[in-house]
């Protein structure tokens, strides 16, 4: 899938054909030239190359130039660095000192529904969407017996692919908007404006298609790296069944644990060390179980990767030793962040100190707040990725250590498993990061324990909001806007609809408290 990326930049041309959202309300084009595409059969895998890169970059040419959002700013609208402010910067685990508009209101958690970056992601997902089912739409078997093409196992994994992608954007949508437009290929193109789906309706769709896709993708491991297979809709289900109390006010623990066993036995191991996985060749990890990937030369962006190494380095840090060419001076954390790590031991604590504080008296300031450096454009053995200023590192939306964390704590919570197996899988964590191992599982230690594997991998707000700590119970420096933190409203745990889309589509609902 590095390989892949290379026909990204000529399946966004063809994309382009297809008409690609221009705006919240517009949709991809179904006429002549769609037609023209898709009588080649060639073209399928860069079409769904373009769908995967949807994940990484934000428009159809380098440096996020001629963006497929045309609202927002190629940089600011890509989908994993959007996607990792809006689980990150809420939480203990993040703090900015720039002031883009928005950008500050995510961790004083006060945005309003015209926030850009709230706005942007609600816009993407529906984009993402939108992408699938056009591939949906011009792929039955009608539409290729009509053009005289061959239905192969190839095609039909490029359907499940692409329905999985849908799957996955949703299952964000869910998480952080609760109830938002759900539209599949079966919706005909332009006959009416989109119906708002409620968190229910959502839950059974997911459910079904995620299950539906057990069987229809390939196995795990079997896939091109970077592309998704049965393991990735397991661990997508198992994400939905242990926030389904959040979700739809249902317990299903024993759901979760079930399918994340089924991943924990899918033949991924954990990295010998920790680190590797967040490094330039972090390709090579075998506990990555669905990625994002990014490529210096291929996948150029200001946002991804490039963004969460490039803005974590700053004051007397040197770029070098991250593998670019300069510091951006932004993103640090918080001292209630770096507490939760209670053995000095643990390797897992990649705070860079010189010269930084551990108190946050101004988030403007960088030495304010301990730095990360836990992502890196450097691989194992030194060198740096092949471009100093885009990286190579590639995001794990899922990563093993995920699995083991989940199968633990949904058994903690009471559903059917193996208690002695969840107490040893949580400390093989803690055994590679040379912690002391624990001797019981509480609720507490595992959402600590999620905090340290886990952290700056955008899992941070779903998290607090599952263990009930996110808006009240649990507070951070300068959560609400005041340095010691505060509680904020409850309505918090949802973003809101975007209010260009509540504009567009009357028929839409805002969430409470916007």
Known sequence: MKNIFKTIFCAAVLLLSLGACKDLD????????????????????????????????????PKDDDVDLKNYDGGSQGYM????????????????????PGLPDLHRMSWTASNQWSSAFYSRILFQAAVANEFLRETTDNKLSERGIE??????????????????????????????????????????????????????FLETELK?????????????????????????LAKLYLNAQVYIGQ???????????????????????YGNNFLADNDTSTETIFTINFDGNETQTWGGTTTLIHAAVGGSMNPAD???????????????????????KDTRAMFYKEGQSLEIESLTTFTDGYAISKWKNVKQDGTPGKNLTHTDTDFAVYRLADAYLMYAEAVARGGSGDATLALSLVNELRTRAQANTLTTLTLDNLLNERGRELYWEGHRRTDLIRFGKFTSGYNWAWKGGEKNGKDVEPFRSLYPIAATDLVANPSLSQNPGY
């Open 251 to 273: 317990e299903k623990y024993s759901e979760a644990a079930e399918y994340a066993k089924k991943v924990i036995d899918a033949g991924f191991t954990l990295a010998p060390k």
């Open 212 to 236: 539906a896709l057990e069987t229809e993708l390939p196995a795990p491991k079997t896939n091109e790296y970077g592309r998704a297979d049965r393991a990735a809709a397991w661990m997508t």
């Open 322 to 344: 991250f593998g670019v060419d300069g510091g951006w001076a932004g993103f640090r954390t918080t001292k209630e962040f770096v507490g939760l790590f209670d053995d000095a």
């Open 81 to 100: 660095r959007v996607y990792w402010y809006l689980q990150e910067f809420p939480t203990d685990e993040a703090v900015t000192g720039w002031g883009d």
């Open 26 to 61: 517009t949709k991809p084009y179904v006429g002549e030239v769609s037609e023209l595409v898709y009588q080649d059969v060639n073209n399928y895998k860069e079409i769904l190359a373009k769908l995967y890169a949807g994940l990484a970059v934000s428009g159809i040419k």
């Open 151 to 204: 239905k192969t196992q190839e095609i039909q994994n490029y359907r499940a692919e692409a329905r999985f992608i849908r799957a996955l954007v949703y299952a964000h949508g869910i998480d952080l908007y609760g109830s938002i437009p759900l539209v599949t290929e079966k919706d005909q193109v332009g006959s009416s404006l989109p119906k708002q789906a409620s968190r229910q309706e959502l839950f059974t």
